[in-house]
Structures are given as structure tokens and as C-alpha cells.
């Protein structure tokens, strides 16, 4: 069983920063690639950043410039850095990774409950 458990959300004003972090628990072998989805009221579940264990990252045109996605292979930690938040940044984001359980199995999606992000105009 591998659980994600997102920490870091709350309310900011427009232009400020928040940091979410997810960490990763369970039977873990790999995690090639982790990241972060949001979904904001009424919306479907998009994109925000993914990095891999390598460190290669894409970033949703929305954020880039703004958001730092980054990990610690060693903790199975994936963190996101928002800076110069804005209004439409609100919403539930979601914790993503493509966890393998062991060297043979296949990597199977795994979400963390989520954590919510207000931003005030």
C-alpha cells in the first residue's frame, strides 16, 4: 500500500507565496515520475508540474515562471514552490506519482487526498 500525503496549503493574498510538499510512504521501489494536478470549482483535474526522478520537469504554460517543482529521491518527497500567486492559482491541488512496487512490477498512479490553495484578490 503506497499512500501520498500532501501538507502546505491555505489562504494567501494575490502575489504571495505558498510551498506544498507530498510525501510518499509504503512499498515504494520507484517513483519515476511525480508531480502535481489541481482542480479548481467547477473544472476538470489539469496539469500544474511533473519532475522526474532525473530531475527533467514541464510545467503547465499557466505556471512557468512562477511554480518550482522539485523532489528528494531519498525522502520519495515531491515539493512545489508557488510564487507570485494569483487568483485563478485557487484551487485543490493534487499530489500525482507513478509508483513502482517492486524491480518487476508495473507502476501503477497513485493521488494524495489533496490540499487547498485560496487566493485573495
Known amino acids: 500500500q503506497v499512500q501520498l500525503v500532501e501538507s502546505g496549503g491555505g489562504l494567501v493574498q494575490a502575489g504571495g507565496s505558498l510551498r506544498l510538499s507530498c510525501s510518499a510512504s509504503?512499498?515504494?521501489?520507484?517513483?519515476?515520475?511525480m508531480g502535481w494536478y489541481r482542480q479548481a470549482p467547477g473544472k476538470e483535474r489539469e496539469l500544474v508540474a511533473l519532475?522526474?526522478?532525473?530531475?527533467?520537469?514541464t510545467y503547465a504554460a499557466s505556471v512557468k515562471g512562477r511554480f518550482t517543482v522539485s523532489r528528494d529521491n531519498a525522502k520519495n518527497t515531491v515539493s512545489l514552490q508557488m510564487n507570485n500567486l494569483k487568483p485563478e492559482d485557487t484551487a485543490v491541488y493534487y499530489c500525482?506519482?507513478?509508483?513502482?512496487?517492486?524491480?518487476?512490477?508495473?507502476?501503477?498512479?497513485?493521488w494524495g487526498q489533496g490540499t487547498l490553495v485560496t487566493v485573495s484578490s
Open positions: 519532475i522526474t526522478t532525473g530531475g527533467l520537469t
Open positions: 500525482n506519482a507513478n509508483v513502482r512496487t517492486t524491480q518487476w512490477a508495473e507502476s501503477h498512479e497513485r
Open positions: 509504503g512499498s515504494i521501489f520507484s517513483m519515476n515520475v
